[in-house]
């Protein structure tokens, strides 16, 4: 029995999530794995409209959260993807690497966000403080929806680490300096 679950190609799609080879899922090959399992593939599409694309974070704080999830979970993938879209969100390269770095040596708002995303990997919940902080800056939904994008890019981190997912064409031999090391 092989534990390999490799991209699926176009030809392989499972029938019944045919529909999602044309949207999000036939795009990456994180998806393109995660089709082994359709149900989950298609459990796994509201959710990530909300985490992606409705997001009370906003964008460019998402792309932070983000950023430090896939640095602190060793996604090289996540990593490589999140930096193209955090460019087109406004950051600067020296934002995008701090973000590998001490929360000391970050922007305010930045170390906030990544001193959450710390507290989050290291002992499942936030300190009283940085709770206090993050839902005075952010608001309860966007503090919420901080817990639930760390959830959904860690659990992408263990599917991509697990099956060795490759780079997607479009962002192979774009490594970037920044990027971590997988």
Same mark, same amino acid.
């Given at each position: #029995?092989?534990?390999?679950?490799?991209?699926?190609?176009?030809?392989?799609?499972?029938?019944?999530?045919?529909?999602?080879?044309?949207?999000?899922?036939?795009?990456?090959?994180?998806?393109?794995? #995660?089709? !082994?399992?359709?149900? *989950? *593939?298609?459990?796994?599409?509201?959710?990530?409209?909300?985490?992606?694309?409705?997001?009370?974070?906003?964008?460019?704080?998402? +792309?932070?959260?983000?950023?430090?999830?896939?640095?602190?979970?060793?996604?090289?993938?996540?990593?490589? !993807?999140? #930096?193209?879209?955090?460019?087109?969100?406004?950051?600067?390269?020296?934002?995008?690497?701090?973000?590998?770095?001490?929360?000391?040596?970050?922007?305010? +708002?930045?170390?906030?966000?990544?001193?959450?995303?710390?507290?989050?990997?290291?002992?499942?919940?936030?300190?009283? +403080?940085?709770?206090?902080?993050?839902?005075? *800056?952010?608001?309860?939904?966007?503090?919420?929806? *901080?817990?639930?994008?760390?959830?959904?890019?860690?659990?992408?981190?263990?599917?991509?680490?697990?099956?060795?997912?490759?780079?997607? +064409?479009?962002?192979?031999?774009?490594?970037?300096?920044? #990027?971590?090391?997988?």
């Amino acid at each position: #029995m092989s534990f390999a679950f490799p991209p699926l190609a176009d030809h392989e799609w499972p029938e019944n999530i045919r529909d999602m080879l044309t949207d999000f899922a036939g795009q990456l090959n994180v998806y393109r794995v #995660m089709a !082994h399992h359709p149900e *989950l *593939l298609r459990a796994w599409g509201p959710l990530r409209a909300h985490v992606v694309l409705e997001n009370a974070l906003g964008r460019e704080k998402a +792309e932070v959260v983000i950023l430090r999830a896939a640095f602190r979970l060793g996604s090289a993938y996540e990593w490589a !993807h999140h #930096m193209v879209r955090a460019r087109r969100c406004g950051l600067d390269a020296g934002r995008i690497v701090s973000l590998r770095g001490s929360v000391q040596d970050m922007a305010p +708002e930045d170390a906030l966000l990544a001193e959450a995303v710390d507290e989050l990997l290291a002992n499942a919940r936030l300190t009283p +403080e940085t709770k206090k902080k993050l839902t005075g *800056l952010l608001g309860k939904k966007a503090a919420l929806d *901080l817990m639930a994008t760390l959830g959904f890019y860690s659990t992408l981190a263990f599917i991509l680490n697990s099956f060795e997912v490759p780079l997607d +064409e479009d962002l192979a031999g774009k490594a970037d300096p920044a #990027m971590p090391d997988s």
